[in-house]
Nanobody
Framework: QVQLVESGGGLVQAGGSLRLSCAAS????????MGWYRQAPGKQRELVAA???????NYGDSVKGRFTVSTDSAKNTVYLQMNSLKPEDTAVYSC???????????WGQGTQVTVSS
């Protein structure tokens, strides 16, 4: 059973930084794409950043230049380095992954990021 376990959320002041981690377990298949989505209260879930197994990245417009997604492929782990955080970055951040050889997308439980002004 595939599980995604996130860590690293919390409370930070505007202008600060946080690093999120998401580790996949329960599979021997390598990931195809791993990434992060977020959902703020009253808003739709949106893509934050994603990375493929070949290293191609995709970022949401609002985080370009501030956030960086990276992976440790050997560990099926994805990271999100968030710099210059803004109050509007406050949301629940969820990890998403799909794997070579598996049919479905998988989601983590979500981690809260709160940026105070």
């Amino acid at each position: 059973q595939v599980q995604l376990v996130e860590s690293g959320g919390g409370l930070v002041q505007a202008g600060g930084s946080l690093r999120l981690s998401c580790a996949a377990s329960g599979t021997t298949f390598s990931f195809k794409t791993m990434g992060w989505y977020r959902q703020a209260p009253g808003k739709q879930r949106e893509l934050v950043a994603a990375i493929t197994s070949r290293g191609s990245t995709n970022y949401g417009d609002s985080v370009k230049g501030r956030f960086t997604v990276s992976t440790d492929s050997a560990k099926n782990t994805v990271y999100l380095q968030m710099n210059s955080l803004k109050p509007e970055d406050t949301a629940v951040y969820s990890c998403n992954a799909n794997f070579w050889g598996l049919r479905y997308d998988y989601w983590g439980q979500g981690t809260q990021v709160t940026v105070s002004s």
